[in-house]
T-cell receptor, first 113, second 113 residues
Framework: EDQVTQSPEALRLQEGESSSLNCSYTVSGLRGLFWYRQDPGKGPEFLFTLYSAGEEKEKERLKATLTKKESFLHITAPKPEDSATYLCAVQAIGSSNTGKLIFGQGTTLQVKP | NAGVTQTPKFQVLKTGQSMTLQCAQDMNHEYMSWYRQDPGMGLRLIHYSVGAGITDQGEVPNGYNVSRSTTEDFPLRLLSAAPSQTSVYFC????????????FGQGTRLTVV
């Protein structure tokens, strides 16, 4: 069964304290892996797409990496405005007809000043 | 650019009532979908559409109907609301069904009493 697991569920950091969020996935074949940011009461906001192992994408303080079994979202020197829930989603090759995304339950990040 | 617009943002229904959640996108995307987000369960696909006039069921379609008469609009209809349909509903659109990022609306928080 296709599955996505994110860890930790919650993460509290001091401003400037770098860390990583993990997304482990099990799919029959990966079409793409997506990272989203979700603020309270808002819809998910797209961050990155990764397609193949070894691929990396960066945006400001965020860097996403991908292996054959997991993805990491590295946060360098975070600021309080980085506080949000980060969602990981995968699309399996077998779901290409439906477009279905399989979401993890998210990691809620709190960055304290 | 408005992106994906959902209305209403909040709704309270009585058990057995029906209603339509509206979704519109202005990006000329072919693929649109509806997800529900429940605590501890992540986002789950309800229905999707690969173009005007074409819709199909996702992972949790029971109790919901959709239609796609235009590229822009993809309403979700609750036929006879049940407390189990209390959730946050998100509409999303993407350029295609496979391997492209989805853009989400702001969500509709629905409570069925």
């Amino acid at each position: 069964e296709d599955q996505v697991t994110q860890s930790p569920e919650a993460l509290r950091l001091q401003e400037g304290e770098s860390s990583s969020l993990n997304c482990s996935y099990t799919v029959s074949g990966l079409r793409g892996l997506f990272w989203y940011r979700q603020d309270p009461g808002k819809g998910p906001e797209f961050l990155f797409t990764l397609y193949s192992a070894g691929e990396e994408k960066e945006k400001e303080r965020l860097k996403a990496t991908l292996t054959k079994k997991e993805s990491f979202l590295h946060i360098t020197a975070p600021k309080p405005e980085d506080s949000a829930t980060y969602l990981c989603a995968v699309q399996a090759i077998g779901s290409s007809n439906t477009g279905k995304l399989i979401f993890g339950q998210g990691t809620t990040l709190q960055v304290k000043p | 650019n408005a992106g994906v617009t959902q209305t209403p943002k909040f709704q309270v229904l009585k058990t057995g009532q029906s209603m339509t959640l509206q979704c519109a996108q202005d990006m000329n995307h072919e693929y649109m979908s509806w997800y529900r987000q429940d605590p501890g369960m992540g986002l789950r696909l309800i229905h999707y559409s690969v173009g005007a006039g074409i819709t199909d069921q996702g992972e949790v379609p029971n109790g919901y109907n959709v239609s796609r008469s235009t590229t822009e609009d993809f309403p979700l209809r609750l036929l006879s609301a049940a407390p189990s349909q209390t959730s946050v509903y998100f509409c999303a659109s993407s350029r295609s069904r496979a391997g492209t990022e989805a853009f989400f609306g702001q969500g509709t928080r629905l409570t069925v009493v």
